[in-house]
């Protein structure tokens, strides 16, 4: 059981937009910026969106992070085949432990 | 190029130890805090300890805490994981990643390849 919650799955067709959310608690999300990280198939994870909505150097634009409160979502633009990746939210909590999402399964249909 | 290379996973059995190390390259190794992260098959990421830039603090998830310890030795810019009465739910790809700041930690921007480790009788 994750500490933050995200959908297992999401899907899209190429083109479209996607969102994929990812909940959390005051000690955690409410309190601490949220980073997201993209995995794909068989290779370690890639720093997505850091600060809530930066991105570093060599994403595209089409990646764009929010933050609400507890909650925070990521979203995908313009849905390309190879954005078909497992993506992860993450934060640190108040006690300075990292916490993730479970993970969410980007299918491109 | 940012580099790090992880090295030490091996099959082990219930109750036994085993070191982790991450081979750091390309930057200024004592400048950043350090972490382990770990993948269990087929499951999500799971953070599992960090160290800041001096290696004067040290904090560990609930799930090894007491049974692992993270170090780093900043003259040979490497990273390690001592990991003692190792159970089987600890069975899983370890990463090493860098963070962007000194302390407190902020987030992981490089990540290694990964090491396996695997917890069987």
């Keep these: 059981q994750s500490v933050l919650t995200q959908p ?32 794909l198939p068989g290779t370690a994870p890639k720093l997505l969106i850091y600060s809530n909505n ?31 990746a497992d993506y992860y939210c993450a934060a640190w909590d108040d006690s300075l432990k990292g916490v993730f999402g479970g993970g969410t399964k980007l299918t491109v249909l | 190029e940012v580099q790090l290379v992880e090295s030490g996973g091996v099959v082990v059995q219930p109750g036994g130890s085993l070191r982790l190390s991450c081979a750091a390259s390309g930057f200024t190794f004592d400048d950043y805090t350090m972490h382990w992260v770990r993948q269990a098959p087929g499951k999500g990421l799971e953070w599992v300890s960090l160290i800041s830039w001096d290696g004067g603090s040290t904090y560990y998830a609930d799930s090894v805490k007491g049974r692992f310890t993270i170090s780093r030795d900043n003259s040979k810019n490497s990273l390690y994981l001592q990991m003692n009465s190792l159970r089987t739910e600890d069975t899983a790809l370890y990463y090493c990643a860098k963070d962007v700041g000194l302390f407190p930690p902020e987030l992981m921007d490089v990540w290694g390849q990964g090491t396996t480790v695997t917890v069987s009788s």
């Design chain 1, 8 to 39: 297992p799955s999401a899907s899209g067709t190429p083109g479209q937009r996607v969102t994929i959310s990812c909940s959390g608690s005051s000690s955690n999300i409410g309190s601490n910026t949220v980073n997201w990280y993209q995995q």
């Design chain 1, 54 to 84: 930066q991105r570093p150097s060599g994403v595209p634009d089409r990646f764009s992070g929010s933050k609400s409160g507890t909650s925070a979502s990521l979203a995908i633009s313009g849905l390309q085949s190879e954005d078909e």
